[in-house]
């Protein structure tokens, strides 16, 4: 059945889109890291500047203030993220249990379209080979051979 195989391909396609949304959100996410990463940096860099200078500077203060906010806004957006990347595996799961369940709905329609032929194939063997004892029979009298 071509319909089957259509929602078969559909289903496979779907899967593969959602898993390369998948890469791109953790992808993402390790992005985020990496800038939150290179903000604690840029703190520790204006700590030390900070401690070697004898003269502290009336910058800091404002600096911190734009880091925290930094953090905070980067913070939110892992886990605004992470939140979607955890729905994202839900529906990949879901995905992958659609494409599994249509697979084998379409195995069990080759598997039995491939009895109905066995079943078929056997009967018309059948067929033949009584056709041919009948003529055997019926050219000899009617008395089987023994």
Not at 110 to 125: S, T
């Amino acid at each position: 059945m071509k319909t089957l195989d259509g929602l078969i391909r559909l289903n496979r396609w779907q899967l593969d889109e959602k898993r390369r949304a998948l890469v791109e959100l953790e992808t993402l996410i390790g992005s985020l890291h990496d800038e939150r990463r290179r903000v604690e940096e840029a703190l520790a860099r204006e700590r030390q500047i900070l401690t070697d200078d004898p003269d502290p500077t009336i910058g800091f203060g404002a600096f911190l203030d734009a880091i925290k906010g930094r953090r905070a806004a980067i913070d939110q957006s892992i886990a605004q993220a992470q939140a979607k990347l955890d729905a994202l595996r839900e529906d990949i799961a879901d995905a992958f249990q659609d494409l599994k369940t249509v697979e084998t709905a379409e195995e069990d329609r080759v598997r039995r379209a491939a009895l109905v032929r066995k079943r078929r194939d056997g009967a018309a063997l059948d067929e033949i080979a009584l056709t041919r004892y009948l003529r055997h029979r019926g050219g000899r009298g009617g008395v089987p051979d023994r």
